[in-house]
């Protein structure tokens, strides 16, 4: 199982980033994927997440902000961040569980400058 992550990057504050997480090694499809970040200091949290079926969730803090997609074609699980805020500074990665373990991929630096 491989998750790869990328599209982070340094952005001022109202700016759009995508954020991209390729997976292999598994059936993409049928897989929940979600989307946390952890900013310094501060525990990870769940951002979104999409099941196979392409049903999302979001936490509060960014909804109507930020949404959430995959490509079951390309096993491709997508994070678009519009109106980025200083708060959303974060390291992004991406997970799935399978069974009973979790697999991360390893993040992605998202800076929002003010």
């Known amino acids: 199982v491989q998750l790869q992550a990328s599209g982070g990057g340094l952005v001022q504050a109202g700016e759009s980033l995508r954020l991209s997480c390729a997976a292999s090694g598994f059936r993409f499809t049928l897989t929940t994927v979600g989307w946390y970040r952890q900013a310094p200091g501060k525990e990870r949290e769940l951002v979104a997440g999409i099941t196979g079926g392409s049903s999302t969730n979001y936490a509060d803090s960014v909804k109507g902000r930020f949404a959430i997609s995959r490509d079951n074609v390309k096993d491709v699980a997508y994070l678009q961040m519009n109106s980025l805020k200083p708060e959303d500074t974060a390291v992004y990665y991406c997970?799935?569980?399978?069974?009973?373990?979790?697999?991360w991929g390893k993040g992605t630096l998202v800076t929002v400058s003010s």
């Open positions: 997970k799935v569980r399978l069974g009973a373990r979790d697999y």
